[in-house]
T-cell receptor, first 116, second 113 residues
Framework: DAKTTQPTSMDCAEGRAANLPCNHSTISGNEYVYWYRQIHSQGPQYIIHGLKNNETNEMASLIITEDRKSSTLILPHATLRDTAVYYCIVRPPLAYSGAGSYQLTFGKGTKLSVIP | SAVISQKPSRDICQRGTSLTIQCQVDSQVTMMFWYRQQPGQSLTLIATANQGSEATYESGFVIDKFPISRPNLTFSTLTVSNMSPEDSSIYLC??????????FGPGTRLTVT
């Protein structure tokens, strides 16, 4: 079972910030929050990950609440090419993962539609 | 990051035949994996492709059905043998960089008729 909860779908106007929420109330102390996205019929694309501090890279920002029970992925200026299904998952650091840790349960994700 | 390419991008195959999927990475990586994603489903790990040794298969997957080669640190192949319609799926190659980042190839969409 997926350990995260996300809204089924969201719309965002092109050029505006897209804020995608994720609840992970049962996250363990050593688990990271990861975000991936999948454009139709393509492989998942890594976006960003974080433990407890906010993170930013060239694609997005990740805001994690202080209690780590939820997070928000922010795409600062959404474009039409950002239309995809976005998946939030929690997992331990890959370098310290044991057997079965590379299984990825993506859940249903959030279908983000960027509107012109 | 890692740039991963897969060949073929898609194929339609007849029942009982075999297809070999190639995965090429633009840098040397230690950890390489093969996944399957059936329509509307999440990813399922098939096996870990180990360089210089036999692949490590997950429960429900066997070497006779999904033989894997990993001749070097940038290349791997997955063969889907004796195919049936139930093997219709997207097959994905994946690599791990460092302790945190996992990247996926574009996928091979297989349809078995």
């Amino acid at each position: 079972d997926a350990k995260t909860t996300q809204p089924t779908s969201m719309d965002c106007a092109e050029g505006r910030a897209a804020n995608l929420p994720c609840n992970h109330s049962t996250i363990s102390g050593n688990e990271y929050v990861y975000w991936y996205r999948q454009i139709h019929s393509q492989g998942p694309q890594y976006i960003i990950h974080g433990l407890k501090n906010n993170e930013t890279n060239e694609m997005a920002s990740l805001i994690i609440t202080e209690d780590r029970k939820s997070s928000t992925l922010i795409l600062p200026h959404a474009t039409l090419r950002d239309t995809a299904v976005y998946y939030c998952i929690v997992r331990p650091p890959l370098a310290y993962s044991g057997a079965g840790s590379y299984q990825l349960t993506f859940g249903k994700g959030t279908k983000l539609s960027v509107i012109p | 990051s890692a740039v991963i390419s897969q060949k073929p991008s898609r194929d339609i195959c007849q029942r009982g035949t075999s297809l070999t999927i190639q995965c090429q990475v633009d840098s040397q990586v230690t950890m390489m994996f093969w996944y399957r994603q059936q329509p509307g489903q999440s990813l399922t790990l098939i096996a870990t492709a180990n360089q210089g040794s036999e692949a490590t298969y997950e429960s429900g997957f066997v070497i006779d059905k999904f033989p894997i080669s990993r001749p070097n640190l940038t290349f791997s192949t997955l063969t889907v043998s004796n195919m049936s319609p139930e093997d219709s799926s997207i097959y994905l190659c994946s690599v791990v960089l460092g302790a945190y980042e996992q990247y996926f190839g574009p996928g091979t969409r297989l349809t078995v008729t």
